[in-house]
Every structure is written in C-alpha cells, then in structure tokens.
C-alpha cells in the first residue's frame, strides 16, 4: 500500500521559515518524481514545486522561485520543501505527490497519482 504523510506545517510570522517533509512507504521512491502542491481558501490546487528521481533537476511556480527549496533523500524515502521568506498568501494546506512522469517545464497534479492528506500551512501578517 503507497502512502505519502507530510509532516511539519505550522503557524508561522511573515518572513519566518518550515521545512515540510513527506515521508513514503509502498512504493520504489528512487523510480518517482515528487512534486508539492498548496490549495488556499477558496482558491484551486497550485504546483508548487518539483524534483525528478535522480535529483538532477527540478521546478519551481514562479510565485515560489528564490524562497522556496525542494530535495529529496532517496535513502530514506523522504522529501522536503524548505520554505523561507513566507508571505500571508502562502497560506495553504500542503500536499506531496508522487509520479513516475517528470518534466522540469510544468507541474501538473494530473500527472500525480499517489498523494498525500497535506499538512497546513498558515502565515500571519
């Protein structure tokens, strides 16, 4: 059975930093790419970022680009995004995602099939 648990969201200050983590089981994570995605209130699921199976490339929603950092430990089935500068309108749940299909030019949650519950984020003014 695949599972994805992401773990480490919060409330945090304008300017203040969280590092989310979503931790696999069930699956062959080095053959999966894993993307991160965030629904705010009222608004629909956004890609946020992305890293392929070999950690050699990855991609970034411009509204994350500079402040927002994705890796991967293939040894421990594990991926995080490292998030800095946070902004009000990062506040969103959080889901990772995991897919055999790739590409560095655009973030889909189409191309996901394995996802997880999320974890929220909330950024105070």
């Known amino acids: 059975q695949v599972r994805l648990v992401e773990s480490g969201g919060g409330l945090v200050q304008a300017g203040g930093s969280l590092n989310l983590s979503c931790t696999t089981s069930?699956?062959?994570?080095?053959?999966?790419?894993v993307g991160w995605f965030r629904q705010g209130p009222g608004k629909e699921r956004e890609g946020v970022a992305s890293i392929n199976w070999s950690v050699s490339s990855t991609y970034y929603a411009d509204s994350v680009k500079g402040r927002f950092t994705i890796s991967r430990d293939n040894g421990k089935s594990i991926a995080y995004l490292q998030m800095n500068s946070l902004k009000p309108e990062d506040t969103a749940m959080y889901y990772c995602?995991?897919?055999?299909?790739?590409?560095?030019?655009?973030?889909?949650?189409?191309?996901?099939?394995?996802w997880g519950q999320g974890t929220q984020v909330t950024v105070a003014s």
């Open positions: 995602a995991a897919s055999r299909y790739y590409t560095p030019w655009t973030l889909r949650a189409s191309d996901f099939g394995h």
């Open positions: 069930g699956l062959e994570f080095n053959d999966y790419a």
